[in-house]
């Protein structure tokens, strides 16, 4: 079964095809990232602006990319939240115009639940990657991106239960912030992550760890390194080694904590900012059971996510319709 996923969200224009909700047939992503970077952050309505120019585009590219057409295809499936409501709009009203064009079963997804799924694509030219990555249940995802910082129990195929997340900035929105106050550019969790390369963990930043709660701080994090950076006669790779490495401790001693307390049999680490290598190695030196976690492209939003996770949602006969309308503001668990 081919499911065509459309992934609109954010600052990312991306349509894909996945076989059977693991097999990577075309993966097509149009990153807004230079065009947003003049203005230091994402403009909502440039971003869905973009979103309508080159969307279209880029789901012809992805069939002609699988050497598909659209009668091999066997459903929609489309980011519908959380994200920016502009962005959304547009990814939903193609979907939902291709689906009663070309009479096509349509699911309207969950970006949170999408960056999980991106556990278990297997990419095409690693076909090695597929036997280690067999979902395991109960599971622990750690969920961390631009908008969010989640702590999820996955009890199974679409069952899951929310432990913990940020009661502020995301871990993702933190880096954004603090490259923009080193004056290393956007976007910052990849500049913090280089500049960091040069620099050591050594300044006193501190660390909300609210204990008896799962859920994460980061606002106070960004305010100490504003403080830091005006006394002056730091280096900016020391502030950012301390700083990512602040976010990373953090991160890791909660889902780790949480591991042992549930007794979870894997846990499944996504989203933007686990590009970082830094909480990739620290998490799976840390953890005491089998961590998976996605090759770098596939942890930034993409579209094969979008369809593998809808995939599964289809196969469990759920359907969306016309009705399908965007929820910005969509949580998971
Ligand atoms: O999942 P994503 O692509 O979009 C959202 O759903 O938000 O995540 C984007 C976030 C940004 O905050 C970006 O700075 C961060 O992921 N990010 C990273 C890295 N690459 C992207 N953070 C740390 N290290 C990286 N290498
Ligand atoms: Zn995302």
């Known amino acids: ?25 075309s993966n097509v992503v149009a990153s807004q990232v230079d065009i947003h970077a ?17 969307i279209i585009p880029i789901i012809h590219k992805a069939l002609a990319e ?38 096509l079963p349509i699911i309207g997804v969950n970006h949170l639940e999408a960056h999980i799924y991106a556990n278990w694509l297997m990419v095409r030219d690693k076909p090695t990657d597929y036997a280690a990555k067999t979902p395991v249940f109960p599971c622990l995802c750690l969920i961390v991106s631009g908008g969010h910082s989640d702590l999820i129990l996955m009890e199974k195929q679409g069952q899951f239960k929310k432990l913990g997340r940020t009661r502020d900035d995301a871990s993702g929105e933190a880096l954004d912030k603090a490259a923009r106050i080193l004056g290393l550019g956007y976007p910052g969790g990849p500049a913090i992550e280089q500049a960091a390369k040069n620099g050591t963990p050594c300044l006193p930043l501190p660390r909300a ?55 979870v049999k894997q846990i499944l680490l996504s989203g933007g900012v686990a590009a970082n290598q830094v909480l990739r190695s620290h998490l799976v030196n840390c953890s005491p059971v089998p961590v998976l976690i996605p090759p770098i492209h596939l942890c ?33 668990g």
């Open 1 to 25: 079964m081919k499911i065509l996923g459309i992934e609109t969200s954010c600052d990312e224009t991306a349509a894909a095809v996945v076989e059977d909700g693991t097999k990577i047939v």
């Open 66 to 103: 699988a050497k598909l057409t659209w009668q091999d295809i066997d459903g929609i499936a489309v980011t519908f939240g959380p994200g920016l409501a502009g962005s959304l709009l547009v990814g939903v009203n193609v979907a939902k115009a291709i689906a009663w064009g070309k009479n």
């Open 209 to 263: 760890w609210l204990k008896g709660s799962y859920d994460f701080s980061f606002s106070g994090l960004k305010t100490s390194l504003w403080h830091l950076v005006q006394k002056g006669g730091i280096s900016s790779a020391d502030a950012a080694a301390s700083f990512q490495w602040a976010i990373v401790d953090v991160l890791v001693a909660k889902t780790v904590e949480a591991a042992k307390q549930l007794g």
């Open 38 to 54: 003049r203005y230091g952050g994402i403009v909502p309505e440039v971003a869905s602006r973009q979103h309508l120019l080159t």
């Open 300 to 332: 930034t939003d993409n579209a094969a996510m979008v369809a593998a996770c809808g995939y599964y949602h289809l196969q469990a006969g759920e359907s969306s319709n016309s009705a399908l309308d965007v929820i910005p503001s969509l949580s998971l």
